[in-house]
């Protein structure tokens, strides 16, 4: 992120106001931030004994995003592993600085499936001590590793209330094995939690095709869906004045990784496609303006009334 670190305070001045010559966006970049090995794909080979051996490789790719968010003057929301803060400190000081938003990914990548509401809620509070203590910036958003709030784990909205989050940007509205909640609004929504409290939702972008719908907004999905066709998606959404919610992570710009020992399918998955991610985001970066997600939703909840969603009951 040399061209950021290099001139901030002109930067932060400069991004400001070319970000509000487009203040009407409702299009979201979002960045988990953490390392390849983090990855839920390789929970099963990778203990998390053996993180701090393994070879930190984040911060390049992180520096590569940042420079293309200021090339194409674009904020962006990044969703911080708290266990990353302490060797990536002073680069999440300068997006903060640079006017993107600090935002929390827990402290373990754990998923929310293996966690109790006490469990979720020690993780959010090393997470945010760490984000709070070495940053200086308080995190109003949260994502769940794996995207992993669903039905069975809607409890967590709760704890994420009492910990004064105020939105979430988990809750994948598709049918999956191991995340999703069918049915769930594609737009920005009030969720309601099984206490009845309420808390704002962020979802990932999708499209209906036939009968099915289909994540497009990050991931493997948006490593193999052609480039074309993702941006057809948020152009759609862009028409008719709806949010879109896209997401990457650090280690998808990076075909250099080295390849852990996973099932051929799940490190297929992993690494398909992973040379030609940087050319996709830097595509939709050319092609539409982008805001952090915090920003997208205070623009939305001034103009409009947003759907409720119930999460409660039906749970399992
Ligand atoms: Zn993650």
Not at 30 to 45: I, K, L, N, T
Not at 120 to 148: K, Q, W
Not at 262 to 269: D, I, S, V
Request: glycine fraction near 8%.
């Amino acid at each position: 992120m040399e061209t950021c670190a290099a001139a901030r305070g002109r930067r932060l001045g400069r991004s400001g106001r070319e970000a509000d010559a487009r203040p009407s966006t409702l299009n979201c970049l979002s960045v988990d931030v953490e390392e390849y090995f983090q990855c839920e794909a390789f929970a099963r080979c990778v203990c998390r004994e053996d993180w701090p051996r393994l070879e930190r490789r984040a911060k390049p790719f992180l520096e590569r995003l940042a420079g293309l968010l200021e090339r194409y003057h674009s904020r962006a929301t990044f969703f911080v592993l708290g266990w990353t803060v302490p060797y990536l400190a002073p680069l999440l000081r300068q997006l903060a600085q640079c006017g993107h938003e600090i935002a929390c990914h827990g402290d373990a990548h754990e998923h929310l499936g293996r966690l109790t509401a006490q469990g979720l809620r020690e993780d959010l509070r090393r997470a945010r001590m760490r984000i709070e203590d070495a940053l200086g910036v308080s995190p109003r958003g949260y994502r769940a590793p794996t995207f992993s709030v669903t039905r069975a784990t809607a409890w967590a909205l709760d704890v994420l209330i009492e910990q004064a989050f105020e939105y979430d940007a988990s809750i994948f509205p598709i049918r999956h094995d191991r995340y999703g909640v069918p049915g769930a609004p594609v737009e920005p929504f009030w969720a309601i939690a099984p206490s009845g409290r309420r808390i704002l939702e962020f979802p990932p972008l999708t499209v209906r095709v036939g009968r099915l719908r289909i994540p497009v907004g990050g991931g493997g999905y948006l490593r193999l869906l052609p480039g074309a066709v993702v941006r057809r998606s948020v152009a759609a959404r862009q028409d008719r004045g709806e949010a879109a919610m896209l997401y990457v992570h650090p280690w998808e710009l990076d075909p250099g990784q080295p390849r852990l020992p996973a099932p051929l399918l799940t490190g297929w998955r992993h690494c398909v496609n992973l040379r030609t991610t940087e050319h996709k985001v830097e595509r939709l970066l050319a092609a539409f303006p982008f805001d952090r997600a915090d920003a997208v939703l205070a623009r939305l909840c001034a103009e409009r009334t947003l759907p409720s969603f119930d999460l409660r009951g039906r749970g399992g």
